[in-house]
């Protein structure tokens, strides 16, 4: 019962959430399975490791298909999205836990770029 009521939660808070927020949201999720992928890569657990990498390149191609190709930026955005999913299949192939470390620091500072776009556009 609690379960299907934290569910309705969940979605309610996903359906009503403004496109700035949820791309924070993606951001942070990508930056936990860069996190988990590392921990997992240390404690020798690839299958969990796989997924993990998995769906850090699920969250980037679906932050390359949201993006409107009408600004300049959006191409810019493309190609730092195809250079993440170049690295991630790196990583994915190498199992090379200085990948996560060089690509973890650059997705954190486009979220944090994102995050102060943001609150500049809020105010």
């Given amino acids: 019962m609690y379960q299907n009521g934290y569910e309705q939660y969940k979605m309610q808070s996903v359906n009503t959430m ?60 493309r190609r730092m999205y195809e250079f993440f999913l170049y690295e991630l299949s790196r990583l994915q192939a190498g199992r090379n836990g200085a990948v996560i470390q060089e690509l973890k ?3 954190i500072e486009l979220r944090d770029a994102f995050r102060e776009a943001s609150k500049t556009a809020a105010v």
């Avoid at 657990?45 to 390359?64: M, N, P, T």
């Fill in 18 to 77: 403004t496109r700035g927020e949820m791309l924070l949201l993606l951001y942070d999720e990508l930056i936990k399975r860069l996190t988990r992928a590392q921990l997992a890569l240390e404690e020798g657990d690839y299958e969990l490791f796989d997924r993990a990498v998995q769906r850090s390149k699920d969250i980037i191609h679906y932050l390359d298909k949201t993006l409107n190709m009408e600004y300049q930026i959006s191409h810019e955005l």
């Fill in 105 to 107: 620091p650059l997705v």
